[in-house]
């Protein structure tokens, strides 16, 4: 038998960095339309800063089968969109039932969680503070701070992402934004739409391997 190699990788808890990851990617302003509410605010922004990098992803993926698990770090600026602060765009793992945990090293954050049939949930994340999302769970983190927030994650190499889900129900049913006083509150999400009995049972069917 084929042994998969152990890796030893080393995480920046301010910066984010992830020795030994040997891939990464961003997200620029400009990759993340639709996500935000205040249309006019995300345009006015865009037109000057674009090319900022919202969010960044380091990570280690074996790939030797199926049972092994990715590690890696994520980093986000500061900032907002109108109300809204600067968040990740959010998605539910393509094989549903496969869960992750994220590990607060820097800054302050909040993981907004929504269940299918539209359950709301929301954990401060901060350093040390370990956040579990289990399986089913759509996820988004969202950086309520004034600094970096830096997180450390683990999830399942064959989970996946599905992107579209939020999208699907015009974003998520809780917007997180300030509340004018350096904190952040929930609002709720106008413009959501519930998703159907067939949309939330092919959620519960998409966990089996193919
Ligand atoms: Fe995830």
């Not at 990570?59 to 980093?75: A, K, M, Q, V």
């Not at 974003?171 to 009995?197: A, E, F, K, S, V």
Request: aromatic share 10%; hydrophobic share 35%; charged share 25%.
């Amino acid at each position: 038998m084929n042994y998969s190699d152990p890796a030893q990788l080393e995480v920046d808890r301010t910066s984010g960095a992830l020795r030994g990851s040997p891939s990464n990617y961003q997200k620029k302003l400009g990759d993340l339309a639709g996500i935000y509410r205040d249309q006019a605010a995300f345009e006015a922004q865009l037109a000057y800063r674009r090319d900022e990098v919202v969010y960044a992803v380091q990570d280690y993926r074996p790939s030797f089968g199926p049972n092994e698990l990715i590690f890696g770090t994520t980093w986000m600026a500061p900032g907002r969109i109108g109300d809204e602060f600067f968040m990740t765009r959010g998605h539910i793992h393509a094989r549903a039932d496969r869960p992750e945990i994220y590990h607060g090293q820097s800054g302050r954050g909040v993981m907004l969680m929504e269940s299918p049939d539209g359950e709301i949930r929301t954990i401060e994340i901060s350093a040390d503070v370990v956040c579990y999302v289990p399986p089913f769970w759509i996820h988004r983190s969202i950086n309520v701070g004034d600094e970096d927030l830096v997180m450390a994650f683990t999830y399942p190499v064959d989970a996946g992402q599905d992107y579209e889900v939020i999208a699907r129900s015009n974003g998520m049913r809780t917007l997180i934004t300030t509340d004018g006083r350096g904190g952040w509150q929930t609002t709720p999400n106008p413009d959501w739409q519930p998703r159907t009995t067939s949309q939330i049972e092919a959620i519960h069917q998409s966990g089996a391997r193919s």
